[in-house]
């Protein structure tokens, strides 16, 4: 039996959420229903559960889902590895300081890798979303910490008021999306005046030489293939033919064979994220990448300013800026 604290909670729970959450179907504010949240001006229902669900799964997503239902916490930072947190300050440039007692959106949290760093850097709200199945991981591994929310919902008409959050971030997806540049400007509204939003993808260059320039051509070359065919597929070939290429890959001279095939090894991660990563290079349905010229341009057209260009790994372009007070 809930205690009378416990349903207090959920109420006050409840109330922030809906000062938060509009229809994403006519714009309109909620109101509470049993198990779900209603629209009295349209009539639209959303279940609500551990996740709180405004679309049903996209085609051009589905990858990610089954990945992270697959993976759900390889990435999720461990006392052994904390790249997620690593990552999280690189490419954002987001301190404890900056989160701390905060509103905070993740755009495409998946599993949650990011969205648990933020969760314990005490964020008064830790709220992730993501248009795949993956919602299902994050709820699993962060669902039960009180100021963390998962939303399964598109980014092109996200189910959330303008200015509600202080810090709005997104790694390594808005390039999985039809266009990189469009769902960047459908996060910019939701940052309240003097907030902050980062975004990190794909570069166009990852690394200057001959090398790096074949590298990519082959794996552009190989998606032409590998994004075809079923996901399940390639979800075998990631789990059985990666551990087999990542024992070959020690083996002097022979070891290079194996960029003939569409496989991602990690010398300094443990065999799961090279699982886990040719599974996400290869199959993913959609993938742009792009220079911090363009880049800067989408921020300054949506009006940003103080916005760096942040440190990140290779291949990878991170840009932060402030919506004006």
Same mark, same amino acid.
């Given at each position: 039996?809930l205690?009378?604290?416990?349903?207090?909670?959920?109420?006050?729970?409840?109330?922030?959420?809906?000062?938060? #959450?509009? !229809?994403?179907?006519?714009g +309109?504010?909620?109101?509470?229903?049993?198990?779900?949240?209603?629209?009295?001006?349209?009539?639209?229902?959303?279940?609500? +559960?551990?996740?709180?669900?405004?679309?049903?799964?996209?085609? %051009?997503?589905?990858?990610?889902?089954?990945? $992270?239902?697959?993976?759900?916490?390889?990435?999720?930072?461990?006392?052994?590895?904390?790249? @997620?947190?690593?990552?999280?300050?690189?490419?954002?440039? #987001?301190?404890?300081?900056?989160? *701390?007692?905060?509103?905070?959106?993740?755009?495409? !949290?998946?599993?949650?890798?990011?969205?648990?760093?933020?969760?314990?850097?005490?964020?008064?709200?830790? =709220? +992730?979303?993501?248009? @795949?199945?993956?919602?299902?991981?994050?709820?699993?591994? #962060?669902?039960?910490? @009180?100021?963390?929310?998962?939303?399964?919902?598109?980014?092109?008409?996200?189910?959330? =008021?303008?200015?509600?959050?202080?810090?709005?971030?997104?790694?390594g997806?808005?390039?999985?999306?039809?266009?990189?540049?469009?769902?960047?400007?459908?996060?910019?509204?939701?940052?309240?005046?003097?907030g902050?939003?980062?975004?990190?993808?794909?570069?166009?260059v990852?690394?200057?030489?001959?090398?790096?320039?074949?590298?990519?051509?082959?794996?552009?070359?190989?998606?032409?293939?590998?994004?075809?065919?079923?996901?399940?597929?390639?979800?075998w &070939?990631?789990?059985y =033919?990666?551990?087999?290429?990542?024992?070959?890959?020690?083996?002097?001279?022979?070891?290079?064979? *194996?960029?003939?095939?569409?496989?991602? #090894? %990690?010398?300094?991660?443990?065999?799961? &994220?090279?699982?886990?990563?040719?599974?996400?290079?290869?199959?993913?349905?959609?993938? @742009?990448?792009?220079?911090?010229?363009?880049?800067?341009?989408?921020?300054?057209?949506? +009006?940003?300013?103080?916005?760096?260009?942040?440190?990140?790994?290779?291949? $990878?372009?991170?840009?932060?800026?402030?919506?004006? =007070?």
């Amino acid at each position: 039996m809930l205690s009378r604290h416990d349903t207090a909670a959920g109420d006050d729970r409840s109330a922030a959420l809906l000062s938060i #959450l509009r !229809c994403p179907a006519c714009g +309109g504010t909620l109101a509470a229903a049993p198990d779900a949240f209603a629209c009295p001006a349209c009539g639209k229902s959303y279940p609500r +559960g551990g996740v709180i669900r405004f679309v049903d799964r996209s085609e %051009y997503a589905a990858s990610f889902g089954l990945q $992270w239902k697959t993976f759900p916490r390889v990435q999720v930072d461990s006392a052994q590895l904390a790249d @997620s947190e690593r990552r999280l300050r690189r490419e954002t440039g #987001l301190m404890p300081d900056d989160i *701390r007692g905060k509103r905070v959106l993740e755009a495409g !949290c998946g599993s949650g890798r990011f969205l648990d760093v933020v969760s314990r850097d005490g964020a008064a709200l830790a =709220a +992730g979303v993501d248009l @795949s199945d993956a919602v299902d991981a994050a709820a699993d591994n #962060l669902g039960a910490r @009180s100021n963390v929310v998962i939303l399964q919902g598109d980014i092109f008409k996200l189910p959330l =008021a303008p200015g509600s959050f202080d810090v709005v971030y997104s790694i390594g997806v808005l390039h999985h999306t039809p266009s990189c540049e469009r769902a960047f400007k459908s996060l910019v509204p939701l940052v309240r005046p003097g907030g902050t939003i980062a975004i990190s993808v794909y570069a166009a260059v990852v690394k200057p030489g001959v090398g790096w320039s074949l590298n990519m051509f082959r794996r552009r070359f190989l998606r032409i293939f590998t994004r075809r065919l079923p996901k399940r597929v390639m979800m075998w &070939w990631s789990l059985y =033919a990666v551990p087999v290429f990542w024992v070959i890959d020690k083996v002097p001279v022979v070891r290079y064979v *194996r960029y003939l095939f569409p496989v991602l #090894l %990690y010398q300094n991660y443990p065999l799961s &994220w090279s699982i886990l990563d040719t599974f996400d290079t290869y199959a993913t349905e959609l993938e @742009s990448r792009h220079r911090p010229k363009e880049v800067f341009r989408w921020f300054r057209e949506m +009006g940003l300013r103080d916005i760096d260009l942040l440190d990140s790994d290779d291949g $990878w372009v991170s840009v932060r800026g402030r919506v004006p =007070a």
